[in-house]
């Protein structure tokens, strides 16, 4: 098993949808959650850092944790095309290795 | 300013050949990280510097691999022998803190060199 699991998708909506990008994990001592954002032959970037169980919100995008579950997840509001690109959930216990979820292709349609 | 910067963009080798992969870091960023990713595959930890040595290189899949920092900045990656499951983007990143601070650490991710060999 795999210590973080997501859905390679792709996922493709239209316009204006919200978008909902979700991944599991298998270790509970896992505290720190991200979101990256990765374009097609460009380095992943920061979207979203979560620390322990809860919600956090910037603009249009949501990030939730639920620890109980080992459930990760991101919401896209008014979902845009520029918002195409590979979305990478990741985590990590506090020390130096980043585990990265194999990211979901996700497709918005004009 | 400049982000963190990769060289070459591409390159493409023959099996069992030598190759060097160069990063350059944020300036005065201490932190930095190679990974690798496949296709269809998020990034796979291979190793972190803090400053000049190697904290952690648990990720590196074999002796096959190195990876230097001498002054503490630019960072090479070096594969010896080169197999064609070596294929892949290499990406560097690196932050200014160490993971697990308060208010977390980002790290910043250079475009990658996409490695191919034949």
């Known amino acids: 098993q795999k210590e973080v699991e997501q859905d390679p998708g792709p996922l493709s909506v239209p316009e204006g949808a919200i978008v909902s990008l979700n991944c599991t994990y298998s270790?509970?001592?896992?505290?720190?959650f991200m979101w990256y954002r990765q374009y097609s032959r460009k380095g992943p970037e920061l979207l979203m850092y979560?620390?322990?169980?809860g919600n956090k919100e910037d603009g249009r995008f949501t990030a939730q944790v639920d620890k109980s579950s080992k459930y990760i997840s991101l919401f896209i509001r008014d979902s845009q095309p520029s918002d195409s690109a590979t979305y990478l959930c990741?985590?990590?216990?506090?020390?130096?290795?980043?585990?990265f979820g194999a990211g979901t292709r996700l497709f918005v349609k004009a | 300013g400049a982000g963190v910067s990769q060289t070459p963009s591409n390159k493409v080798t023959e099996k069992g050949k030598y190759v060097e992969l160069r990063c350059d870091p944020i300036?005065?960023?201490?932190?930095l990280y190679w990974y690798r990713q496949s296709l269809g595959q998020g990034p796979e930890f291979l190793i972190y510097?803090?400053?000049?040595?190697?904290?952690?290189d648990s990720g590196l899949p074999n002796d096959r691999f190195f990876a230097v920092r001498p002054e503490g900045s630019v960072s090479t990656l070096k594969i010896q022998r080169t197999e064609r499951g070596d294929s892949a983007v290499y990406l560097c990143?690196?932050?200014?803190?160490?993971?697990?601070?308060?208010?977390?650490?980002?790290?910043?991710f250079g475009p990658g060199t996409r490695l191919t060999v034949l």
């Open positions: 990143a690196s932050s200014r803190l160490l993971p697990g601070t308060a208010g977390g650490d980002t790290q910043y």
């Open positions: 270790n509970s001592a896992f505290q720190y």
């Open positions: 979560t620390y322990s169980s």
């Open positions: 990741a985590t990590y216990t506090g020390g130096f290795k980043t585990i």
């Open positions: 300036s005065g960023h201490t932190a």
């Open positions: 510097f803090q400053g000049t040595g190697a904290a952690d």
